[in-house]
């Protein structure tokens, strides 16, 4: 994603949160060989759909993991923890 490039994930856990399907990659099946073979192909013979995904792929990333995104929440997350008593 911070590559700029479109994503091919299988359904694993946090991989599948970072993928919106068809905008910024494809999530295929565990060890299905003809789906995965399927959108490689289809992400090779487009260019459109690689430009679309790529930068779609960038702005999720941006959204995401931005210096600013991680400071918010790391924020809240301290926030919540001192409000903990022990």
């Known amino acids: ?3 700029s490039l479109p994503i091919i994930c299988t ?3 946090g ?3 970072l993928v ?3 905008v910024n990659g494809f999530i295929v099946e565990s ?3 003809t789906e995965l073979v399927y959108v490689m192909r289809k992400l090779a013979t ?3 759909l690689r ?3 790529s930068r779609a792929s960038k702005l999720r990333f941006e959204e995401i993991f931005s210096a600013d995104r991680m400071m918010q929440s790391l924020n809240k997350l301290y926030t919540s923890l001192s409000t903990i008593q022990i």
Do not use: L
């Open 1 to 3: 994603m911070a590559a």
């Open 11 to 13: 359904r694993t856990f």
């Open 15 to 17: 991989a599948c949160d």
């Open 20 to 22: 919106i399907e068809g």
């Open 31 to 33: 060890e299905n060989v």
């Open 46 to 48: 487009s260019s459109p």
């Open 51 to 53: 430009q679309s995904m």
